[in-house]
């Protein structure tokens, strides 16, 4: 899957859980099918520019917007806020199981 169609899912799936949508209610919205929808959204198919155009009509919003990169930027950012918690998780959990087995000993 290549930056476009990444950019076109996650602002697709934003947009409509802003809208608090479910993929049923947009594809209802944009004359589509909810599996067709999960398909975009999860990155397998990419959609005619019609379709594009319906998508964004049923997300009250221009087709334009639904290529907007800065989405990708906050996902790499909150992936790597997610790594450097995780990071931190582990070492703190490493430094208490060390404490532990000291004072067990």
């Given at each position: 899957m290549d930056n476009l169609q990444i950019c076109l899912a996650s602002?697709?799936?934003?947009y409509r859980k802003e809208l608090h949508l479910s993929q049923e209610k947009l594809a209802e919205k944009a004359n589509a099918s909810?599996?067709?929808?999960?398909?975009?959204e999860n990155g397998k198919y990419f959609p005619?520019?019609?379709?594009?155009?319906q998508i964004a009509k049923?997300?009250?919003i221009e087709a334009l917007d639904l290529f907007d990169r800065r989405t990708l930027e906050y996902q790499d950012?909150?992936?790597?806020?997610?790594?450097?918690?995780e990071n931190l998780t582990d070492s703190v959990n490493s430094v208490f199981t060390d404490e532990i087995s000291k004072h067990n000993n």
């Open positions: 602002n697709i799936k934003k909810a599996n067709y929808i999960a398909l975009i005619s520019l019609p379709m594009i155009q049923a997300l009250n950012l909150d992936k790597l806020r997610l790594k450097i918690i």
